[in-house]
């Protein structure tokens, strides 16, 4: 069975750094794409960034210049680098993947629990 465990999180002051971690426990064959998204209270969940198979990546007007996102295929792990935080980028981020778990299979979606993450002013 896989899932996906988010790591990372936690409380940080405006300017700082944080580093998110997604990681695919159970044998798959290998990412094909992923995603971070994030949701804070009251607000619908948006995309952050996100990566495709061919490596190239997307990220929202708000986060531009400051997250990185990256994978390794060799852990089977998603990051998202988060410099310059700010007090607005508080929320539940989440990972999404698209795993192909077999050689000659499909890709299949999976979501991350989420990991909080708060910036104080």
């Known amino acids: 069975q896989v899932q996906l465990v988010e790591s990372g999180g936690g409380l940080v002051q405006a300017g700082g750094s944080l580093r998110l971690s997604c990681t695919v426990s159970?044998?798959?064959?290998?990412?094909?794409?992923g995603g971070w998204y994030r949701q804070a209270p009251g607000k619908e969940r948006e995309l952050v960034a996100n990566i495709i198979s061919s490596g190239g990546t997307n990220y929202a007007d708000s986060v531009k210049g400051r997250f990185t996102i990256s994978r390794d295929n060799t852990k089977n792990r998603l990051y998202l680098q988060m410099n310059s935080l700010k007090p607005e980028d508080t929320a539940v981020y989440y990972c999404n993947l698209r795993i192909q778990r077999r050689l000659f299979g499909n890709d299949e979606g999976y979501w991350g629990q989420g990991t909080q993450v708060t910036v104080s002013s």
């Open positions: 159970g044998s798959i064959f290998r990412i094909s794409a």
